[in-house]
């Protein structure tokens, strides 16, 4: 049974820097493709980013290109998605996602098999 469990959301100031983390569990987190993404209230889920299994490979939406970073350790069994420049708009829960290797890199959430509880971030301007 794969868990993701997500840690580093909390309260920021615009233009201020957070890390998230996405802990796995369960399962071979290098067989896994990462994906991130996040649900502001009264808006569908959008997606953030993602990075392959191997990590050499990361794809991003428009609105955090440059901003934002997707990494992952396999040896540690995480990722992150460091955050930079926030502004209000970033303002969501984020959530980090995986889906075994053998499928295609997606920016769709129903593509995710896992995913973890959410991790509330704020930024205020």
């Known amino acids: 049974q794969v868990q993701l469990v997500e840690s580093g959301g909390g309260l920021v100031q615009a233009g201020g820097s957070l890390r998230l983390s996405c802990a796995g569990s369960?399962?071979?987190?290098?067989?896994?493709?990462m994906g991130w993404f996040r649900q502001a209230p009264g808006k569908e889920r959008e997606f953030v980013g993602v990075?392959?299994?191997?990590?050499?490979?990361?794809n991003y939406a428009s609105s955090v290109m440059g901003r934002f970073t997707i990494s992952r350790d396999n040896a540690k069994n995480t990722g992150f998605l460091q955050m930079n420049d926030l502004k209000a708009e970033d303002t969501a829960v984020y959530y980090c996602?995986?889906?075994?290797?053998?499928?295609?890199?997606?920016?769709?959430?129903?593509?995710?098999?896992?995913w973890g509880q959410g991790t509330q971030v704020t930024v205020s301007s």
């Open positions: 996602a995986a889906v075994q290797w053998r499928s295609a890199l997606s920016y769709t959430a129903r593509s995710y098999d896992y």
């Open positions: 990075i392959n299994w191997k990590g050499d490979v990361a």
């Open positions: 369960g399962g071979i987190f290098g067989d896994y493709h």
